[in-house]
């Protein structure tokens, strides 16, 4: 999942459903997905991802993830070929992000708390 700005285009799915796993689709080309939960008084905003923790790019969690929800996000296809390593951190309703740390989310059945 080598990462770079002009790949944007995660999708989240599934808010507040709990499981998590590699899934293979109708084509047979697999996705990667994980769940992130909000362990904090306020809600995050954004999820942000980077392999070189300069360049950011992020999952649409829509209206964001509430305290105490839990959203199951799936990368884009289009990062399959890439880097399964990489950093993530959360942007919260506050304005405050949390401290990036690092994932490999190739990982069957990835759970990150904020």
Do not use: H
């Amino acid at each position: 999942m080598n990462f770079n700005s002009a790949r944007l285009g995660f999708v989240a799915l599934a808010f507040g459903i709990a499981g998590n796993a590699t899934i293979a689709t109708s084509a047979g080309a697999a996705e990667f997905s994980f769940t992130a939960t909000n362990t904090t008084n306020t809600g995050i905003t954004e999820i942000l991802v980077s392999e070189n923790k300069k360049d950011w790019g992020y999952f649409d969690i829509g209206s964001g993830i509430k305290s105490g929800a839990t959203a199951n996000l799936v990368w884009d296809q289009s990062t399959n070929s890439e880097n399964c390593s990489q950093w993530v951190k959360a942007s919260y309703a506050d304005g405050s992000e949390s401290e990036p740390a690092k994932f490999d989310f190739c990982e069957d059945g990835l759970e990150i708390n904020f």
